[in-house]
């Protein structure tokens, strides 16, 4: 959508001004009606197609000092998520970001009913870009899965800090990892190099033979670890929100409202991009534990295309549902496992090679499958589990 930054600019004073108008009419417990930007109360008589009634979706976008940027996240934020994968990441930043430098990679164990499985992320720098990099690898093998399934739906979501609740699974598989030393080792970095950006990213595993039915109920980890590391980051003061970037690729949702409208409220620069019919950040709706709503913090970057170069994309000016993607019915795996029209586990398998021609997605990603959403109601939304990928960035200028 920002064809140019003036009229990015532009339509941001604009959704600056209705946004206020569109608090109000909430608070006055009317609905705000988006095709005149007018309050419309909550009247029946007057008729109006699309109408926001949360107050997270009266229409805003980022200003544009923290305008979305297709090429950074293409070209620089993919290596640091793909290096995650390996044992090795060096590996795959001597290739895409020579001068960025593994620090020490860790694993925790993750699961309380599995002694096999593993979380695992690394710390990094750049002296010549001035960066640290925080990157956590995702979901890991069918044990792994299992637990979040199970844990994810049992336990449903505990409360975080005083801005809401997140998904306990997740939460306890953040502790670990970052207990466990990532976190110890940030401090290090951050105490040898203050002033510099720092970038965390997470991922995880998409590989196809993972492709398997399995019936999970939205629970995808790295995109949950991400968002906490983020909330975490800037609530027990190791950065200032402002100072982050917070990127996540194919998130599913895992946090209440109170949470989505704080982080929202809180971090200016904050995308969840989405490609296509990709199913898993439409799910899931609801934690039938706590019997609460779901939501997605802003800001949704949709491609629904390829991905390729050049591709379009839209700056959803609503955070959830009913709007942007989640208005798609129709789903899809494929649309999960490429995002930046590439294979990215096959890309950093082969260490991520500087030619990404051969790493572009082997299957169409027109594959769609058929799912029925229950919206709102009691019953988890079930789907086939693949995988999503995941980047915080933090940005410390
Ligand atoms: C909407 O309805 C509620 C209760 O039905 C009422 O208290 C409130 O005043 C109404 N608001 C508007 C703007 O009509
Ligand atoms: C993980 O658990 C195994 C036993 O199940 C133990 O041997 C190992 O030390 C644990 N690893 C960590 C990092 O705690
Ligand atoms: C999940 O909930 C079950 C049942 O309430 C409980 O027995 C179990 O210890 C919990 N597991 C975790 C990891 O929180
Ligand atoms: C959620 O709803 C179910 C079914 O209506 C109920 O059994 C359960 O006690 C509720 N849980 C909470 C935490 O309110
Ligand atoms: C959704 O799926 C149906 C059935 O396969 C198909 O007819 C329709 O064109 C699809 N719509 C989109 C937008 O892909």
Redesign the pocket.
């Known amino acids: 959508m920002p064809a140019s930054p003036a009229a990015y600019l532009l339509l941001h004073l604009f959704l600056r001004l209705t946004a206020k108008t569109c608090y109000e009419c909430l608070i006055d417990g009317g609905q705000f009606c988006l095709e005149n930007n007018k309050c419309i109360g909550n009247s029946t008589e007057i008729k109006c197609e699309k109408s926001v009634d949360l107050s997270i979706n009266c229409p805003s976008v980022p200003a544009l000092q923290y305008a979305y940027d297709d090429e950074f996240v293409r070209y620089t934020v993919l290596p640091v998520i793909a290096a995650a994968r390996r044992p090795d990441p060096q590996v795959c930043l001597d290739n895409q970001l020579p001068t960025m430098k593994a620090f020490k990679r860790r694993e925790a164990n993750c699961s309380s009913l599995f002694s096999d499985v593993k979380c695992a992320g690394y710390t990094g720098y750049d002296e010549t870009r001035k960066l640290i990099v925080l990157s956590i690898r995702g979901s890991h093998g069918v044990h792994q899965y299992y637990d979040l399934w199970k844990i994810g739906n049992q336990n449903g979501t505990i409360p975080f800090f005083d801005v809401g609740r997140v998904t306990k699974v997740f939460h306890d598989n953040f502790e670990s990892l970052w207990f466990g030393g990532l976190g110890e080792d940030l401090h290090h970095l951050i105490k040898t190099y203050p002033d510099f950006e720092i970038w965390v990213g997470g991922q995880t595993d998409i590989q196809t033979d993972n492709f398997f039915q399995f019936q999970i109920t939205g629970y995808s980890m790295g995109a949950s670890l991400a968002l906490i590391t983020s909330a975490y980051m800037a609530l027990t003061g190791m950065s200032h929100p402002h100072n982050m970037k917070v990127i996540l690729l194919g998130c599913p949702r895992c946090t209440d409202y109170q949470f989505a409208m704080w982080h929202s409220m809180n971090f200016p620069y904050s995308y969840h991009i989405i490609h296509a ?1 990709d199913y898993a950040p439409r799910v899931p709706f609801f934690d039938n534990i706590d019997n609460i709503s779901l939501y997605h913090p802003r800001t949704e970057v949709w491609y629904n295309n390829e991905m390729k170069e050049g591709d379009g994309y839209i700056i959803c000016e609503q955070a959830d549902q009913p709007f942007c993607s989640s208005q ?3 789903l899809s795996t494929p649309d999960h496992m490429h995002y930046f029209n590439m294979d990215i586990t096959r890309w950093a398998d082969h260490g991520c090679p500087k030619n990404r021609e051969d790493f572009k997605p082997i299957f169409g990603t027109h594959q ?1 499958i ?1 799912f029925e959403e229950e919206k709102g109601n009691s019953s988890p939304v079930n789907y086939q589990f693949v995988l999503a990928v995941i980047t915080v960035l933090f940005n410390f200028i």
């Open positions: 019919h798609i019915q129709n769609r058929i």
